[in-house]
């Protein structure tokens, strides 16, 4: 007969064996030593990176400097010279030359007319007598009286330099103070600078 009664406990089927493999791997596991723990991994400091990348670009832009830096001009030692103590200078090596009247006129005409150039800043090297006197004719850079002293020193130069005129040394050197006298008269001379006056006394309070 079957069993009606609703409270009767029910025992539950026994759960199947487990597999032979299944149950070889749990044994070895229960079985197998416990291994060594291994060394903790470093981990980079990323401000390592940041500071090699900053560094990079602090030598890239010293190089691009250093190869593209600008040099400071260099200035000539002879350009500091004023012009007039140049063409003095010059004009007494000149004296050398008296007995070549070509050569003696050349250096002189020429020396002349880079100082004039130099301290006035005309254009008087690359200009033939002629134009360079009618440029200066109402020029008020010279005096009446240096112009003439101009246009005479001059026109003797080129007589000797082109028309191969002959003068004595007493003419040559005549032309040489021509030059030097020329040269003082329009020289740019440094200003005065004035003496301090003294002090004026402090008066004196009487009671």
Not at 109 to 135: C, Q
Request: net charge negative; proline share 11%; aromatic share 8%.
């Amino acid at each position: 007969m079957a069993n009606t009664n609703p409270h009767a406990l029910i025992v539950p089927a026994p759960a199947p064996a487990a597999t032979g493999a299944a149950s070889n791997t749990v044994a070895a596991t229960a079985t197998a030593p416990l291994r060594e723990i291994k060394d903790p991994v470093p981990i980079a400091n990323p401000w390592f990176w940041v500071w090699v990348v900053a560094f990079a670009l602090l030598v890239a832009a010293f190089v691009y400097w250093f190869t593209h830096r600008k040099k400071a001009p260099r200035i000539d030692p002879a350009l500091l010279i004023p012009p007039h103590r140049r063409a003095k200078e010059r004009l007494r090596a000149a004296t050398e030359l008296l007995s070549d009247p070509y050569a003696f006129c050349s250096l002189v005409s020429d020396v002349t007319r880079v100082y004039l150039e130099e301290r006035f800043n005309v254009r008087a090297p690359e200009r033939t007598t002629e134009e360079f006197l009618e440029e200066q004719r109402n020029s008020p850079l010279l005096s009446a009286s240096q112009k003439a002293l101009l246009g005479d020193f001059l026109t003797q130069c080129d007589l000797v330099k082109f028309a191969r005129h002959e003068p004595t040394e007493p003419e040559l050197r005549a032309l040489l103070d021509a030059a030097l006298r020329l040269i003082e008269e329009t020289q740019e001379v440094a200003p005065i600078q004035p003496l301090n006056p003294p002090a004026a006394p402090t008066p004196v309070e009487t009671a």
